[in-house]
């Protein structure tokens, strides 16, 4: 069946760092692919996402790139800050399928 | 931020007893879920729903059951709580089913099982 595989955390970087979370998937067909995060005592919101192969999502600085050839779905921001320290989801949906697939979660630490 | 309340949001019950948790949308949106979370699992469906009356299983269903009357409202109720019941249970909402819609989520519930 489907899956999402994305790296275990706790990540931990500095203030001002580059920051990638890796994420991959298998499924049939042609999947979304979205990333969610979840502040502390917060749900989930989201935060990009993308519909097609060599789709970008970006926001708040964040991006990541739809590739269906590596199956990936990384997720990466040039300067992270204290802020942006949450729980990270991958997630797909397939279009065969009417219910979304989450990974796991990646804690973030960011240190100021 | 999408219209979504959670109540209660922590509970604290004992064994055995029943407990309802009910998710609350100002959306109108059609499809409404619940997830559990927990550490090394990320979320898992519990069940959904896409339309009044009309309710389906996710991938942990046992030992749940769930109920909408009305189109803003979809309860969650653990019929004979258990130990293994304790967890963080998210409800969410969305428009459709199509696979590049987004899932709004509530804030969730803490919900310990003694």
């Known amino acids: 069946g489907d899956s999402v595989t994305q790296m275990e955390g706790p990540v931990t970087l500095s203030e001002e760092a580059f920051l990638t979370i890796n994420c991959t998937y298998t499924?049939?067909?042609?999947?979304?692919l979205f990333w969610y995060v979840q502040y502390p005592g917060e749900g989930l919101q989201l935060l990009l996402k993308?519909?097609?192969?060599?789709d970008k999502g970006s926001n708040k600085g964040f991006e990541a790139t739809y590739r269906k050839e590596t199956t990936s779905f990384h997720l990466e921001k040039g300067s992270v800050q204290v802020s942006d320290s949450a729980v990270y989801f991958c997630?797909?949906?397939?279009?065969?399928?009417?219910?979304?697939?989450f990974g796991k979660g990646t804690r973030l630490h960011i240190l100021p | 931020d999408a219209g979504i309340t959670q109540s209660p949001r922590h509970k604290v019950t004992e064994t055995g007893t029943p407990v309802t948790l009910r998710c609350h949308q100002t959306?109108?949106?059609?499809?409404m879920y619940w997830y559990r979370q927990d550490p090394g699992h990320g979320l898992r469906l519990i069940h959904y729903s896409y339309g009044v009356k009309d309710t389906d299983k996710g991938e942990v269903s046992d030992g749940y059951s769930v109920s909408r009357s009305k189109t803003e409202d979809f309860l969650l109720t653990l019929e004979s709580a258990t130990s293994s019941q304790t967890s963080v249970y998210f409800c969410?909402?969305?428009?459709?089913?199509?696979?590049?819609?987004?899932?709004?989520f509530g804030p969730g519930t803490r919900l310990t099982v003694l």
């Open positions: 997630a797909l949906s397939s279009n065969r399928d009417d219910k979304i697939i």
């Open positions: 959306e109108n949106h059609r499809y």
């Open positions: 499924a049939t067909g042609y999947p979304s």
């Open positions: 969410a909402i969305s428009e459709s089913l199509s696979s590049t819609d987004t899932q709004y």
């Open positions: 993308a519909t097609k192969a060599d």
